[in-house]
């Protein structure tokens, strides 16, 4: 297909998105994902399952306009309720609690809302347009991409868990591999043998992760806030406002949200990495980068820009396998897939063929939806931040029985709420003893992708699929990633002793 | 807090030695694919924990004297002015204690729109000491919002309670059910 011709399909999306029904549908669907993306627990791919079977009746581009609408709004809303109150709303959010909420807690939540928000849009608009450039050629970059190249990203996933240690690296360390062990418990994915599941049927399946990000990150503000008896801001109502502060503040760390953007991008563009592992990589990344990693957890605007850009450009790049090949990038895009089918569509060269209009349109509805959604957003951000001056009193009851509803919507198990109360206490016990959360859920995210790949790896290619060019590669900056810390740790100490 | 760190790093330590005697001794039908990754993981974890484990042990003794004075720093961030570590350290527990007995609560008589309403009212009076008439809308919202949603829209098979499932009874007594 011409230049001339993709440039044609390219605007014709926009229009087709821009017109009835599409753009009614797209507004109800922004309406659902809205409230879904507040709600804790409830994710952007059960409610995609959920809406499928009202796509039977419509037009394809009516029906992507839809879902994706709805999808794509699931995860900037996410944002809210982890800066708000702690609680992630998206498991996909719970990298922006860490400097998120301590910003709430200082009197800046409209700043972090303001710049969660923001950078989501940026991130938005980067993967959208990143999938749109990328459909030509995407193939052969999907196709370089094997398991031993997945695992050894996965493996630098980890790395980051240096960076996010926030003090203590083997206490770090210990957290990530305590998440990896976590991981293992449920069924092997290759011999089909149960570990650690102590004959309790709830484990068969393996540990949920929402019961245990919401355990680990929300029990312990919740408690923070009953100890404190007072509001979430505190005593720095005045600086509630600032939601363009946080506007300002994307704008100014620019560098940040466009890098941030590619890699959350990148991240999704690999089937089966997972929107949950874009956040927390970029986060390690604002960390790495940041000339003030200690300063990391205290409530850094960097802290909320990366995971906020991250985590929708990956919506962007998920789709491009998903569409190129028929290969989902996340759970979302499995569901979605199902959407093809039922709309008797056939991923793959038809996408950028016959059908590049009804793609350019999914580029179209995740730019769309996410400037409306953001700038309806930042209308009320203020309003909305005024919540973190209620009493914590009133809030504590009602967040306690948010947390078990979105724990129990996980898997609709009773063990679901054992598992956020487990949870919960072993996250009061790390918060008051120092040990960093996030590694634990990064290795919980990524150790079961880990040993699936590792063992694709060896049984396929031995030990030498150590020697592969990417492979090597990722090992670089895997090796880098650990010993970055360490240099900037050294070179601090030796500017402590001179001064 | 070296003291309770060590604690802690020690139970962390039991975890990982207990994960690698399944793996290693105790593996009931476990082939080399499946305890190959936990071996893998809890190996590196143990010497880890353990090189903590003696850094903690080694730290400054005078870290435990410095707790018992010390202010929660995140507490006068709720306005409810500086407290100490040991007023702290109880107003945790009364929480937890609350998370507990909501949990238990809905494992004994169920996830239902009575359990909510007695655990909400129970907390906004006794803990929080609101008043009836916010006590009440407080109560009502959430109702709503746990009925209309998650019952009625999305159709959450909540758990019954183990006391209701004893006593037999059917389950539109504690359900309510949309009126059309």
Not at chain 1, 364 to 391: E, G, K, M, S
């Amino acid at each position: 297909m011409s230049d001339f011709l993709l440039f044609d399909a390219f605007i014709e999306g926009l229009i087709q998105v821009l017109s009835f029904p599409a753009f009614g549908f797209m507004l109800v669907g922004m309406l659902i994902g809205f409230v879904v993306g507040l709600l804790p627990g409830l994710g952007g791919a059960t409610t995609l399952a959920l809406m499928l079977p009202f796509i039977y009746t419509m037009e394809p581009i009516t029906a992507f306009a839809f879902l994706l609408g709805m999808h794509a709004v699931v995860a900037t809303t996410g944002d809210i309720t982890s800066v708000l109150f702690g609680v992630p709303g998206e498991g996909t959010a719970a990298a922006t609690i860490l400097d998120g909420h301590p910003m709430a807690k200082k009197g800046e939540a409209g700043r972090a809302l303001g710049a969660a928000l923001f950078s989501s849009l940026a991130g938005a608009v980067i993967g959208a347009f990143f999938l749109a450039a990328a459909i030509p050629f995407v193939r052969p970059l999907v196709l370089s991409f094997g398991s031993p190249e997945m695992f050894m990203l996965i493996v630098l996933g980890v790395t980051f868990i240096s960076a996010l240690g926030g003090g203590s690296m083997l206490k770090a360390f210990l957290a990530g591999l305590l998440g990896l062990l976590i991981a293992m418990v449920g069924q092997d994915p290759q011999m089909g043998i149960y570990r650690y599941t102590f004959g309790w049927l709830y484990l068969f399946d393996g540990l949920p992760l929402i019961p245990a990000v919401i355990g680990l990150f929300a029990v312990p503000e919740i408690v923070d806030l009953a100890v404190s008896r007072g509001a979430i801001s505190g005593d720095a109502p005045g600086k509630l406002g600032g939601v363009w502060q946080g506007v300002k503040d994307t704008v100014i760390h620019w560098g940040l949200t466009i890098r941030c953007s590619l890699l959350g991008t990148f991240i999704g563009f690999i089937p089966g990495l997972g929107g949950a592992v874009a956040q927390w990589v970029a986060y390690g990344h604002a960390v790495q980068s940041s000339k003030h990693p200690e300063l990391f957890g205290t409530g850094m605007v960097e802290g909320v820009l990366a995971p906020g850009a991250a985590n929708n450009s990956k919506e962007g790049g998920s789709l491009i396998p998903t569409v190129a090949f028929g290969v989902p990038g996340s759970a979302a895009m499995a569901i979605l897939l199902g959407a093809f089918l039922i709309l008797g569509l056939t991923p793959g060269p038809d996408m950028v063929g016959k059908h590049v209009v009804v793609t350019f349109s999914m580029v179209w509805t995740l730019v769309v939806a996410n400037v409306i959604t953001v700038a309806l957003a930042l209308l009320f951000l203020n309003q909305i931040a005024r919540i973190t001056q209620i009493r914590g009193g009133i809030l504590v009851p009602v967040l306690i029985l948010l947390i078990f509803l979105g724990g129990f919507a996980a898997k609709n198990n009773i063990g679901d709420l054992v598992s956020v109360v487990l949870f919960g206490f072993l996250g009061v016990a790390m918060m008051k003893l120092n040990w960093p959360r996030p590694p634990m859920v990064l290795g919980i995210v990524l150790g079961g992708l880990a040993e699936n790949y590792l063992f694709i790896s060896t049984q396929r290619y031995g030990a030498t699929f150590l020697g592969r060019p990417i492979v090597i590669i990722i090992m670089v900056f895997i090796v880098g990633a650990i010993l970055w810390p360490m240099w900037q740790e050294r070179r601090k100490k030796a500017k402590r002793q001179l001064s | 807090m070296n003291r309770l760190d060590a604690i802690f790093t020690a139970g962390v330590a039991l975890i990982f030695a207990s994960a690698l005697f399944v793996a290693k001794v105790y593996k009931e039908g476990w082939v080399i694919e499946a305890n190959l990754f936990p071996i893998v993981i809890t190996v590196p974890a143990l010497i880890l924990a353990a090189i903590l484990l003696v850094k903690l042990l080694r730290g400054k003794p005078g870290a435990e004297k410095e707790e018992k004075v010390e202010v929660v720093e995140g507490a006068p961030a709720g306005g409810g002015g500086a407290i100490t570590a040991s007023e702290a350290r109880r107003r945790t527990y009364i929480t937890i204690a609350w998370i507990m007995g909501f949990f238990l609560a809905i494992w004994l008589i169920g996830f239902t729109w009575w359990t909510i309403t007695l655990f909400l009212v129970l907390y906004l009076k006794l803990q929080a000491g609101e008043g009836w008439k916010l006590t009440g809308i407080l109560t009502f919202i959430c109702l709503v919002f746990f009925i209309y949603l998650f019952v009625w829209t999305l159709h959450l098979p909540f758990p019954e309670g183990l006391i209701l499932e004893w006593l037999g009874l059917p389950e539109a007594v504690y359900l309510p059910r949309p009126f059309w």
